[in-house]
């Protein structure tokens, strides 16, 4: 994991590795620590050319950091760019400082320059190199040939340290590029897992659908275009799921590795995983008041429909005609309920339900 991450960032400027790595660099402290660790660890340092505290990089105060086996496993490691700007490298001696911990702690002063990268957000264009051709390739090399040639003379008479030197040629490739190689923009709404077979999947699954649709929609198995739409459309599907299985177990297994060596990255890829949720939520006005929390817009909602289903005396209201309803309604109660007679007009009939019922049908073979 850590190998990843300094081979991806390295891409973006120098790398500074720090911290507890319960291993060893140095031969004469591996009796003392864990040496399947500590031989990881001297591969890393050696595949990275890294420099090291305790060893190439020279500090003050103790010889160790873990008091209790008196070995050096808290590191500082840098490359040899970094390390022409370190100032000061000391390890803190025991009660120096209030701390409870059995590690000393490292003080590092760097003197580093401001040289930000480029920031990559969803906006920005990058060189599509999977579209160029030849004609492409030759006029990107002839778009860099008098830069470096004249950076090459620049080396030869001034004397130009190697930081310097990077810098100018990152900077004549990427005004090369942006010149006259094609441009892709990053969509941010495609899929993690929209591999290359899920597109052309996907592709064939459009084209059918716009051939059916082209013959006016079509339905049954009997039609061709149609049974070939739902064919393409079946296989999309299965070329979708199997993407996003593969894909959500790569992410299952990034979560177990992160979980051993680095909890920072676990609880990010963990954070990653959760579906996006909003906590914003709508607002309404009500009564000249703005609600804009759950509780405020029930309760809105609670006095807009009481107030629909109870009865107001405003200057709209119509009293004479409540009046009337309200008699109308105790004469059926007095005549029909109180002495159980039946309601005005007779006994309602089997036949009568039935007619009414069958009139209410539509397009369902049920009644409703």
């Keep these: 994991m850590l190998d990843n ?48 505290s305790g060893g190439q990089i020279k500090h003050t105060g103790p010889d160790y950091t873990f008091i209790t086996k008196k070995t050096m496993i ?12 370190l100032r000061s490298c000391e390890i803190l001696d025991e009660g120096s400082i209030s701390s409870t911990s059995d590690h000393l702690p490292i003080v590092v002063e760097l003197s580093i320059d401001n040289n930000p990268h480029r920031i990559m957000n969803s906006y920005s264009k990058f060189p599509a190199w999977h579209k160029i051709n030849d004609d492409h390739i030759r006029k990107y090399q002839e778009h860099m040939d008098v830069p470096i040639e004249l950076l090459t003379d620049r080396i030869n008479s001034d004397n130009l340290d190697v930081d310097t030197v990077n810098t100018e040629i990152e900077s004549i490739l990427h005004e090369a590029a942006d010149s006259v190689i094609p441009k892709c923009v990053f969509n941010p709404y495609t899929k993690p897992y929209w591999t290359p077979d899920v597109k052309k999947a996907h592709q064939t699954e459009r084209s059918m659908r716009k051939r ?9 198995m009997s039609h061709e275009s149609y049974k070939r739409f739902k064919k393409a459309k079946y296989e999309f599907r299965n070329v979708q799921n199997a993407a996003y299985e593969q894909y959500i177990q790569k992410c299952y297994d990034d979560i177990n590795e992160a979980a051993e060596c680095d909890i920072r990255l676990f609880w990010k890829l963990v954070k990653r995983c959760k579906p996006s949720t909003s906590r914003i939520y709508p607002e309404i006005i009500h009564n000249g008041d703005t609600c804009n929390d759950p509780e405020s817009i029930a309760n809105a909602f609670m006095d807009y429909f009481s107030n629909i289903c109870t009865t107001n005396n405003t200057d709209t209201f119509d009293a004479s005609k409540k009046q009337f309803i309200d008699s109308a309604y105790s004469e059926i109660l007095n005549t029909c309920c109180n002495s159980n007679e039946n309601l005005p007009g007779g006994v309602i009939k089997e036949s009568e339900v039935r007619d009414i019922v069958k009139s209410l049908m539509r397009k369902s073979q049920r009644p409703r």
């Design 212 to 220: 059916w649709l082209a013959e006016g929609r079509p339905r049954g």
């Design 74 to 85: 808290d590191y500082f490691l840098v490359n040899k760019s970094v390390l022409r700007q």
């Design 5 to 52: 991450l300094v081979s991806y960032y390295c891409n973006y400027g120098s790398v500074i590795v720090a911290g507890d790595l319960n291993a060893s660099c140095r031969t004469k402290d591996r009796l003392h620590s864990n040496h399947c660790k500590s031989d990881e660890l001297q591969k890393f340092v050696k595949r990275h050319d890294l420099l090291f």
